[in-house]
């Protein structure tokens, strides 16, 4: 069973900078697009970065320019870089594969506070 662990979450102030990282379980990390979301206390779980296996990126408009997603496939780790943080990102953070498979369970997230 594939599991994705979180973590890095935190307290911090406007314009304050966090780095998440998520390890997954099992050998599909490899060769899956692998995704950040965070999900808000009023909002819907919404996508904030996806990276292919060889590295090309993505993000929306609402976080591009702060936010920067990589991995590490040998360690089956993806992580996500937080500059320039806004209260509008606390959320409770999570990673899945791009699209997410409904075969893999959602991990625990981790969660991210921004608030002077």
């Known amino acids: 069973q594939v599991q994705f662990v979180e973590s890095g979450g935190g307290l911090v102030q406007p314009g304050g900078s966090l780095r998440l990282s998520c390890t997954a379980s099992?050998?599909?990390?490899?060769?899956?697009?692998m995704g950040w979301y965070r999900q808000g206390p009023r909002t819907q779980r919404e996508l904030v970065g996806a990276i292919t296996p060889s590295g090309a990126t993505y993000y929306p408009d609402s976080v591009k320019g702060r936010f920067t997603i990589s991995r590490d496939n040998a360690k089956n780790t993806v992580y996500l870089q937080m500059n320039s943080l806004k209260p509008e990102d606390t959320a409770v953070y999570y990673c899945h594969t791009q699209p997410p498979r409904d075969i893999y369970y959602w991990g625990q997230g981790t969660q991210v506070t921004v608030s002077s």
């Open positions: 099992g050998s599909m990390f490899r060769i899956s697009v």
